[in-house]
């Protein structure tokens, strides 16, 4: 069934499931006891990114939405390295080399580059590979011959 909203709606559709994400991934762990950076930064990795990006791939991101998960992103980077207030003055910039993480709109757009990758891979008789061939054809300028091989019966 084709859907007949509008693409501001569709994206909207993704806001609730990206709050969601990020109150799934809060995290209690941090700071219960002094640990090393590195240990840290795993724990960060296994149990709060991989929470907040699951499913990540199909998600239509706002500038909001991407500004928020970014304002996540740091503030839990910033608890990593211990700094707990603003008059501290430490800029994102220097959280982020200290940290060595990159952003999380850097992230979701390889994992969605990784499904095409999985998608071109499949053999060319699957559905999704042709629904692939035809967007990369048609973003090509291309013409897309979908011509159908079936008929729909009378009636």
């Excluded at 109150?23 to 907040?52: H, P, W």
């Excluded at 053999?123 to 979908?146: F, M, Q, Y």
Aim: glycine share 6%.
């Amino acid at each position: 069934m084709i859907s007949s909203h509008s693409s501001a709606e569709a994206a909207e559709r993704s806001t609730p499931e990206i709050l969601r994400r990020i109150g799934r991934s809060s995290f209690k762990y941090f700071r219960q006891t002094r640990q090393r950076l590195e240990a840290d930064r795993r724990l960060y990795n296994a149990l709060v990114i991989s929470v907040l990006l699951y499913g990540s791939e199909t998600w239509t991101l706002l500038k909001a939405d991407e500004r928020r998960l970014e304002a996540f992103h740091m503030n839990c980077q910033r608890r990593i390295l211990g700094i707990r207030n603003w008059f501290h003055f430490v800029t994102n910039t220097s959280v982020t080399s200290q940290t060595g993480k990159q952003g999380l709109a850097i992230r979701i757009c390889w994992r969605r580059l990784s499904i095409f990758d999985h998608v071109r891979r499949l053999p060319e008789a699957t559905p999704a590979h042709s629904a692939l061939r035809l967007a990369v054809d048609t973003s090509a300028g291309g013409k897309p011959n979908i011509r159908p091989k079936w008929k729909r019966q009378r009636g």
